[in-house]
């Protein structure tokens, strides 16, 4: 956008205040002084006076529309040459257009607040070094501090060095005078804190790595490779490799990883090769290390940076490369506005800046690999595990045939015998079960309603720890009923185990073994990822359970034995994408077995062997999922062969919810190469008190779409309350 040269008196801006609460933050208007005219842009940094506030700073995110109805005031300064990345710039505005929502929610979003703050007032402390040559007049006390100086060998920061030799900054002037030390300002970089990693041994490349590489290396800037390579085949030295090459030739790289705090190993392993040309952004980083880690991408003292899903806007400036390590992952996607997928977005910031892509999996989404097959990116593939290390086999037990032998344990024959056996070698085993609390619902058995939360339509978890019925939507939880809300039977059950119930389940069949539990109870405090993965690689755990956060990234040689508790909970979802999921985790969760030199083993309990995402994935069989898949896909129209917009209506009224979402369907059907479904009840139809109906938008071409959608929203009649979430590409229709 360029500024408007009319009216020639006044030119405004819309601001984005850095450094406010998030809850204040929204563009806020300035008047744009004549001499700074031809000098401010969409993405300079500002600094403008805020409330009581003289000077803060901001981003300039767009010019208005219009003048502002009161007096406006003025932008105080320009911060030097912009400080987003022109290329950046361009990135924001192109993720405003396709995701349909404005460029600063996009600025918000990808820029972390303070990160320009840190441009007004960096962080500094002052520093004390000895000086040589000791003059000859000191006190005695001048001696003492000097003395405990060189005892810290001859530099100390001068508020420890005030502590430690307990004197005065007054005192340490004085000796300063005296040329005994030297008093300066030292920038500090806040670095986040990393498990140190023995410094990382290059390995020697596999055949097929080094194809691979190589591959990678006589890349066209903005070609794309889709590394297919299975579970434990090495794909983290490509990365490493291709990185390394890359900084060879003086460009910068970009490695996206699903969830920082799920991937320590990963973040080691880079950091091992890479040291302090890596850093790493994500969002539990306080705000200080982050803003530090941002400019020293920005200024180019780091050409590595490392993070999850917000790091595709890294403000590199010589982008070479950029990895997406576990592409099919959802997490990539944001699910609240900006609603974009990291995936598609470095995709096309790749494209800008004409850098090469690597989107690496064991198990690739099918979007990717259809693009593969087709052509638009080089499938490059790693078909073995290294030092010939076999896939492990995986057994899939009948849960149906279990009962029916009267066997009711939540832990079949099979993973019972297993679990001794492995254990009784001393060997680590992972039990997944994708429900955290102790049991997944509570259903009265004689009219069958399971206990649902109040706000939302899903029924309540039962967690064992505080005897609470929690829902895990909302914030509402509640004793668990004598009685049944419905028909107050007495006759109330618990069904389906959650981890907190496996966990339970295991201390009493294997009262040796020393259990650790990873699901969202456990990790809610800061670094408590890192702690229970931690103790599980250093062997003072037995048996690792959780949800999906065990499926990812895990390399640990003597676990042997992985168990699905039920595989069943995921495959029965109402989503066009479950049976891509579920093949996914149980292929991601079998492949943490037999990294080692030890062999490993699967079991998949199931009340579903049949399934055709449980049988691929017991064969280790991409191709076969991935076939059967896109037939399916083809045949209902979804994506890979249209795309999708969801839009959700909500309301707190159901009557409102209603009328919007047909009026929304109405507009949108009168444009003729537009399929629009709805409006109809989400999978949850109520969500923490509003309820929600979705309009879902079937398209062979998603510009089109997209302009039929603003058209249609800019003419509907909003009432008061009432909102609209859009989401372009869903990841989940749930
Ligand atoms: P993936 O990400 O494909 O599941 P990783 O990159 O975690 O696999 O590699 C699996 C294991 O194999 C790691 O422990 C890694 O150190 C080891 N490894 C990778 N490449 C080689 C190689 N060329 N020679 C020996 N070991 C290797
Ligand atoms: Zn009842
Ligand atoms: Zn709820």
């Not at 609460?21 to 005219?37: H, S």
């Not at 803060?56 to 400080?83: F, K, N």
């Not at 339509?457 to 939507?473: M, Q």
């Not at 109330?492 to 969202?520: N, S």
Request: charged share 20%.
């Amino acid at each position: 956008m360029e500024p408007q040269p009319n009216p020639p008196s006044d030119v405004y801006a819309d601001v984005l205040i850095d450094s406010i609460p998030l809850a204040q933050q929204r563009p806020y208007t300035y008047r744009v002084p004549g001499a700074m005219r031809e000098r401010v842009r969409v993405g300079s940094a500002v600094v403008v006076p805020f409330g009581p506030r003289q000077r803060v700073s901001g981003y300039v995110v767009a010019y208005p529309a219009r003048a502002p109805e009161g007096p406006a005031r003025e932008i105080r300064e320009l911060l030097g040459d912009t400080v987003v990345p022109p290329a950046l710039q361009r990135l924001f505005q192109w993720v405003a257009d396709y995701y349909l929502c404005t460029v600063a929610q996009v600025y918000q979003m990808a820029l972390p607040r303070g990160t320009l703050n840190g441009a007004v007032k960096e962080k500094t402390q002052l520093v004390v070094t000895l000086q040589d040559g000791l003059s000859s007049d000191l006190s005695k006390r001048q001696m003492q501090v000097v003395g405990v100086l060189t005892g810290a060998g001859g530099q100390m920061t001068l508020a420890d060095l005030v502590r430690a030799a307990q004197t005065t900054p007054g005192l340490l002037r004085a000796l300063e005078a005296k040329g005994a030390i030297a008093i300066a300002s030292q920038r500090i970089w806040r670095a986040p804190e990393l498990p140190n990693a023995a410094l990382g041994t290059v390995l020697e490349p596999t055949a097929e790595q080094a194809e691979a590489i190589a591959a990678i290396q006589a890349g066209e800037p903005g070609e794309v490779f889709l590394l297919h390579g299975v579970t434990g085949s090495g794909k983290t030295e490509v990365y490493l490799r291709t990185i390394a090459d890359t900084l060879a030739r003086r460009e910068q790289a970009l490695v996206l990883v699903p969830e920082i705090a799920l991937t320590p190993q990963t973040v080691a392993r880079f950091r091992a090769r890479f040291g302090d040309r890596i850093a790493v952004l994500h969002s539990a980083l306080g705000e200080g290390e982050r803003f530090d880690e941002w400019q020293r991408l920005r200024n180019g003292d780091a050409q590595v940076g490392i993070g999850a899903r917000s790091a595709v806007f890294a403000p590199l400036s010589r982008l070479g490369l950029v990895i997406l390590d576990e592409e099919h992952e959802g997490s990539y996607k944001q699910d609240n506005a900006p609603r974009y997928h990291a995936r598609d977005v470095a995709l096309q910031r790749a494209a800008f800046e004409g850098a090469r892509v690597v989107l690496g999996s064991a198990t690739p989404s099918v979007e990717s690999y259809h693009r593969a097959e087709r052509g638009d990116y080089r499938l490059l593939t790693l078909s073995c595990r290294v030092n010939e290390r076999a896939l492990p086999p995986v057994e899939v037990v009948d849960m149906r045939a279990e009962l029916e032998a009267g066997h009711r344990s939540i832990f079949s024959r099979s993973l019972t015998a297993a679990l001794h056996e492995h254990l009784g070698r001393g060997e680590q085993a992972i039990l997944l079960i994708n429900r955290r609390g102790y049991s997944s619902f509570v259903m009265c058995r004689s009219c069958g309603e399971p206990v649902r939360c109040p706000n939302c339509s899903v029924s309540l978890t039962y967690h064992k720890a505080g005897e609470a019925l929690r829902c895990h939507y909302c914030d509402h939880h509640a004793a668990p009923p004598e009685r049944c809300p419905s028909c107050k039977s007495p006759y109330i059950k618990h069904f389906g185990a959650g981890t907190q119930q496996v966990a339970e389940a295991a201390a009493a069949l294997l009262p040796e073994a020393r259990i650790i539990r990873l699901d969202r109870d456990t990790t809610t405090r800061k670094g408590s990822h890192q702690r229970i993965l931690g103790a599980f690689a250093a062997g003072d755990a037995d048996v690792l359970i959780g949800t999906q956060m065990v499926a990812k990234g895990l390399d640990l040689q003597r676990v042997s034995l992985v168990g699905v508790m039920a595989a069943d909970a995921s495959l029965n979802l109402p989503d066009f994408r479950a049976a891509e999921r579920s093949f996914q985790l149980l292929t991601q969760v079998a492949g943490r077995a037999g990294r080692g030199e030890i062999p490993g083993r699967v079991i998949v309990q199931t009340y579903a062997p049949d399934h055709p995402s449980v049988r691929a994935a017991q064969a280790h069989d991409f191709a076969a999922f991935y076939g059967r898949e896109i037939a399916e896909r083809e045949e209902l129209r979804y994506p890979p062969f249209q795309h999708l917009i969801n839009v959700v209506v909500s309301a707190e009224e159901a009557g409102v919810v209603w009328k919007v979402g047909e009026a929304l369907a109405d507009r949108l059907l009168a444009f003729p190469e537009l399929m629009a479904l709805g409006p109809a009840e989400a999978p949850i139809f109520q969500l923490r008190g509003r309820y929600r109906v979705q309009v879902l938008i079937k398209t062979p071409d998603l510009a089109y779409a997209r302009n039929a959608l603003r058209e249609a929203v800019r003419q509907l009649e909003r009432p008061q309350g009432l909102r609209l979430a859009i989401d372009v590409e869903p990841h989940s229709l749930l």
